[in-house]
């Protein structure tokens, strides 16, 4: 069944399914292409345009941090008492891919008005979990946590799919990098290197659990229908490829079944196969080469690692 998927797709089909149903710029109102020469957030010489353009691990990695993320209670209960998942889950991920691409590759000011109306929602999102413990979505807390799920998320992706090696030093220079988007929303004490992300995993895992809640959205995430050719099947290759991107210890608290980690490999495997075919199909469309044309930079170079740079000091970068 799987390799179907993979014998059946071509370029132009998987160029449309792409830009339709997981565009970066669903209401067209982001201009990727003006002000010339501006270069958003990171710009082309970082590390975070060359991983956030990959789109096999981008969406199986955005995936992975959704699991993630119902395993705190805190963060569970915003989803569970804020957002219609079980009518829109397609429009959350779509939502996620808009935030995700313009903040990574917009002009400044257009990331920077996103960052505000993000921030200004968040203020609106509050309540009490089922024990009674308040929480809010402004948490800066909660911000680090759906933060680096997603980041880590992103980068096991890429390092899985890319067929492209992440030295260490690039790992931590992409963390470094990200958390920049983390603290313009409120986030603090933000992890900024690869062995920070591996402490801070550490230290969140008591406070972390596999609930009712948590069961009910996997359910919800399990049976949703992407809006691509082959939906069930191409939502089973990228979710189980999702659920191959986990740390162990997450999919040990999912409670994942020995057939659910056979199906989770073989998924791996098929869309690293695939990759290429995404790679081929999208390398002229889309907002990653129109924002390197904005710039002056051949969409080409971010097959290539950026040169080494000093590290910023925290927050340097974000204003």
Same mark, same amino acid.
């Given at each position: 069944?799987?390799?179907?998927?993979?014998?059946?797709?071509?370029?132009?089909?998987?160029?449309?399914?792409?830009?339709?149903?997981?565009?970066?710029?669903?209401?067209?109102?982001?201009?990727?292409?003006?002000?010339?020469?501006?270069?958003?957030?990171?710009?082309?010489?970082?590390?975070?345009?060359?991983?956030?353009?990959?789109?096999?691990?981008?969406?199986?990695?955005?995936?992975?941090?959704?699991?993630?993320?119902?395993?705190?209670?805190?963060?569970?209960?915003?989803?569970?008492?804020?957002?219609?998942?079980?009518?829109? %889950?397609? !429009?959350?991920? +779509? @939502?996620?891919?808009? $935030? *995700?691409?313009?903040? /990574?590759?917009?002009?400044?000011?257009? =990331?920077?008005? %996103?960052? !505000?109306?993000? +921030? @200004?929602?968040?203020? $609106? *999102?509050?309540?009490? /979990?089922?024990?009674?413990?308040?929480? =809010?979505?402004?948490?800066?807390?909660?911000?680090?946590?759906?933060?680096?799920?997603?980041?880590?998320?992103?980068?096991?992706?890429?390092?899985?799919?890319?067929?492209?090696?992440?030295?260490?030093?690039?790992?931590?220079?992409?963390?470094?990098?990200?958390?920049?988007?983390?603290?313009?929303?409120?986030?603090?004490?933000?992890?900024?290197?690869?062995?920070?992300?591996?402490?801070?995993?550490?230290?969140?895992?008591?406070?972390?659990?596999?609930?009712?809640?948590?069961?009910?959205?996997?359910?919800?995430?399990?049976?949703?229908?992407?809006?691509?050719?082959?939906?069930?099947?191409?939502?089973?290759?990228?979710?189980?490829?999702?659920?191959?991107?986990?740390?162990?210890?997450?999919?040990?608290?999912?409670?994942?079944?020995?057939?659910?980690?056979?199906?989770?490999?073989?998924?791996?495997?098929?869309?690293?196969?695939?990759?290429?075919?995404?790679?081929?199909?999208?390398?002229?469309?889309?907002?990653?080469?129109?924002?390197?044309?904005?710039?002056?930079?051949?969409?080409?170079?971010?097959?290539?690692?950026?040169?080494?740079?000093?590290?910023?000091?925290?927050?340097?970068?974000?204003?």
């Amino acid at each position: 069944m799987l390799s179907e998927l993979l014998h059946r797709v071509s370029g132009e089909p998987i160029r449309r399914w792409v830009l339709g149903a997981f565009s970066r710029d669903p209401d067209g109102t982001l201009d990727y292409d003006h002000p010339r020469g501006d270069p958003g957030l990171f710009g082309p010489d970082s590390v975070t345009w060359r991983i956030h353009a990959d789109f096999p691990g981008m969406l199986a990695g955005g995936l992975a941090a959704l699991m993630m993320q119902t395993l705190h209670p805190l963060a569970l209960a915003g989803v569970w008492d804020h957002s219609n998942f079980r009518d829109d %889950l397609v !429009g959350r991920l +779509r @939502r996620t891919t808009t $935030f *995700v691409g313009a903040t /990574t590759y917009a002009p400044r000011a257009a =990331a920077e008005a %996103l960052i !505000g109306h993000v +921030r @200004r929602i968040h203020g $609106f *999102v509050h309540g009490m /979990t089922e024990d009674g413990t308040p929480y =809010a979505a402004d948490d800066p807390a909660l911000l680090t946590w759906v933060h680096v799920t997603e980041a880590h998320s992103f980068l096991a992706g890429y390092r899985r799919f890319a067929h492209h090696a992440v030295p260490r030093a690039i790992a931590d220079r992409y963390y470094d990098e990200v958390r920049r988007v983390a603290e313009a929303l409120g986030a603090r004490d933000v992890p900024a290197s690869e062995g920070e992300v591996d402490d801070y995993f550490a230290a969140i895992q008591p406070r972390l659990a596999y609930t009712g809640r948590s069961r009910e959205v996997l359910r919800v995430l399990a049976g949703v229908r992407l809006p691509v050719p082959f939906a069930g099947l191409s939502r089973d290759v990228f979710l189980h490829a999702g659920m191959a991107l986990l740390p162990a210890w997450a999919g040990d608290l999912l409670r994942h079944t020995p057939r659910q980690r056979r199906q989770a490999r073989l998924a791996a495997r098929l869309l690293w196969s695939m990759a290429p075919a995404f790679r081929a199909a999208l390398k002229e469309s889309g907002v990653v080469s129109r924002s390197c044309r904005r710039v002056g930079v051949p969409p080409e170079a971010m097959r290539d690692w950026p040169a080494p740079v000093d590290r910023q000091e925290p927050g340097a970068a974000a204003h």
